[in-house]
């Protein structure tokens, strides 16, 4: 994990399910840099993807041209965070997990990567939490993308678990992520478990890491990544604000839901 002089650790699991908050708790470690949603991993991708489709390269002999491309590569990950005074960085993606053989081929040893998971019926209660909240003045694409499918709870919540939707592109790469061999690069942070015991919760966390203890502040959280909320159709800080003090949350799916969420009872695979 080490590149350059910096380590780097990886968040990448459901979304509402706490990434935000882990962040931001991780973040009062002075050693510790957490960001925001990153676009190293897009970045990453898309020149790992159009690397071949050069007709420089193409005309390459072939194992120099996959030698500078992994040069490349690893050049970007050094640098992306050539600012960052902190010496261990936690890159938040949900996308890694899908692309830990690029991550590991380019870190050169084992990665480490913070999983946080949540009940997938409250996952889902969240969405529709946003979407009531949101729909009194505005439109989401989703819905005016598929406006007759978006008419009751059951239909909302199957769109959202739609392989190529948030919920279910998640879990799908955990799913995945597990099946391809990757457990024991995975470490799951259960949202529900981080509210009630965080200590604990953190404490495990830094003992996959192998990182050196630091006592936090669970009752005053500053947070300090940002991301604009408007660019996904939603309020400023709708997706990503955090409470300032980690309390214990209860499920909301039971009010929310309803036997709509009957469904997605038990489809944990972590």
């Not at 500078?68 to 890694?96: C, H, T």
């Not at 870190?107 to 889902?124: C, F, N, S, Y």
């Not at 678990?161 to 597990?178: S, W």
Request: hydrophobic share 40%.
């Amino acid at each position: 994990m080490m590149v350059s002089e910096k380590t780097l650790h990886f968040i990448s699991g459901l979304p509402r399910s706490g990434s935000t908050l882990l962040c931001n708790v991780l973040a009062q470690n002075p050693r510790f840099y957490a960001t925001q949603t990153s676009g190293m991993l897009d970045v990453l991708f898309n020149v790992r993807n159009q690397w071949d489709n050069l007709i420089e390269m193409k005309a390459m002999d072939p194992a120099l041209s996959e030698q500078r491309k992994l040069a490349v590569l690893r050049g970007i990950m050094v640098n992306f965070y050539a600012d960052v005074e902190q010496p261990v960085i936690f890159d938040k993606s949900r996308g890694w997990l899908a692309h830990l053989e690029m991550l590991e081929a380019l870190l050169q040893q084992p990665a480490r990567v913070l999983v946080p998971v949540r009940d997938l019926r409250d996952v889902l209660a969240s969405f529709e939490k946003l979407h009531r909240a949101t729909s009194a003045t505005r439109q989401l694409a989703a819905e005016n993308a598929d406006y007759l499918g978006f008419q009751t709870v059951e239909q909302r919540l199957a769109h959202w678990v739609k392989f190529d939707q948030p919920v279910g592109l998640a879990y799908n790469r955990i799913k995945d992520a597990l099946q391809r061999g990757w457990r024991d690069r995975m470490h799951f942070v259960d949202y529900d478990k981080l509210c009630r015991t965080p200590r604990r919760v953190l404490q495990d966390c830094y003992e996959f890491l192998g990182e050196t203890w630091y006592e936090h502040d669970f009752d005053h959280v500053e947070q300090v990544t940002w991301e604009d909320d408007r660019v996904h159709g939603f309020a400023a800080g709708a997706l990503h604000g955090i409470r300032s003090e980690v309390r214990p949350q209860y499920a909301q799916w039971p009010t929310v839901l309803g036997r709509a969420a009957d469904l997605y009872q038990g489809q944990e695979v972590w």
